[in-house]
């Protein structure tokens, strides 16, 4: 009943930036949170960043300083700008949103797809 659209992800070189977006949609009563995780080759998928419909954010200790996440209500969706951009990065990029659903008013979870994000020395 819920889908999440990604897009922004890429090949960059160290010290780029990348963008990337993520647009809920279906029966979506209200979205509670949306976030960012990662997973890189071999290591378990981690978060990077979350944001709650009140506006409070959280960030991996790796993104401090350097990542930032937002959001667009009105639109269901939510970007995470990535600045100074380091190898270590390199990841598949999964959003996440937990919502409430219109038809049972139930919450619910859901992943996106993933976008990959490689970024070169």
């Known amino acids: 009943q819920v889908q999440l659209v990604e897009s922004g992800g890429g090949l960059v070189q160290a010290g780029g930036s990348l963008r990337l977006s993520c647009a809920a949609s279906?029966?979506?009563?209200?979205?509670?949170?949306m976030g960012w995780y990662r997973q890189g080759p071999g290591k378990q998928r981690e978060l990077v960043a979350v944001?709650?419909?009140?506006?409070?954010?959280n960030y991996a200790d790796s993104a401090k300083g350097r990542f930032t996440i937002a959001r667009d209500n009105a639109k269901n969706t939510v970007y995470l700008q990535m600045n100074s951009l380091k190898p270590d990065d390199t990841a598949v990029y999964y959003c996440?949103?937990?919502?409430?659903?219109?038809?049972?008013?139930?919450?619910?979870?859901?992943w996106g797809q993933g976008t990959q994000v490689t970024v070169s020395s």
């Open positions: 279906g029966s979506i009563l209200s979205i509670n949170a």
């Open positions: 944001i709650t419909s009140g506006g409070n954010t």
């Open positions: 996440n949103a937990d919502v409430t659903l219109t038809y049972y008013r139930g919450g619910g979870n859901y």
